[in-house]
């Protein structure tokens, strides 16, 4: 083989090795978000237009990251859990919600309502309604709703 073939092909193999290199370092770009770019507010939007999407496993996702910083996600994770009838869950987030907030007149009313659906709990649905009733007297329709339908359930649970 003369002298300008084999510089040809040293030449190559150094191209590809050197390509190779450069190409196995660099060929996965990583992105590493230090900070996340949105609000806990924002969080909670955007997992509100996955939920009216019916898209309840991204909402979740992004109530979580809410949570982190803004105690009222906890309801809204009550809310998407109860919508996938994880009874168990929404009832720890909606307790979440309460001790994280105990002025959150829509948490008490919420957990009363899962009460309500489950058909458990009835003395301590009704005794939720009520507080949320005296909590936000401005939502006195949707509250005594919900405390009507416990009392009606009790009733009818009666012997």
């Not at 996938?84 to 009832?91: G, L």
Request: charged share 30%.
């Amino acid at each position: 083989m003369n002298e300008g073939k084999k510089a040809v092909i040293i030449s190559f193999v150094l191209f590809y090795l050197c390509a190779a290199t450069l190409l196995s370092a660099c060929s996965i770009p990583r992105i590493i978000i230090i900070k996340d770019p949105l609000t806990p507010e924002e969080h909670i939007n955007l997992g509100t237009a996955y939920e009216k999407e019916g898209e309840l496993d991204q909402a979740i996702k992004e109530y979580r990251l809410a949570a982190k910083r803004l105690p009222i996600a906890f309801l809204y994770l009550g809310n998407a859990h109860f919508l996938k009838n994880q009874w168990k869950e929404a009832e720890g987030y909606y307790r979440s919600a309460i001790k994280n907030d105990p002025k959150n007149a829509d948490a008490y009313n919420n957990l009363a309502w899962l009460y309500y659906t489950k058909n458990e709990n009835l003395d301590e649905a009704e005794a939720l309604a009520q507080k949320a009733l005296e909590l936000d007297p401005s939502k006195d329709s949707i509250y005594r709703d919900t405390l009507e339908k416990v009392r009606e359930k009790k009733r009818a649970s009666r012997p």
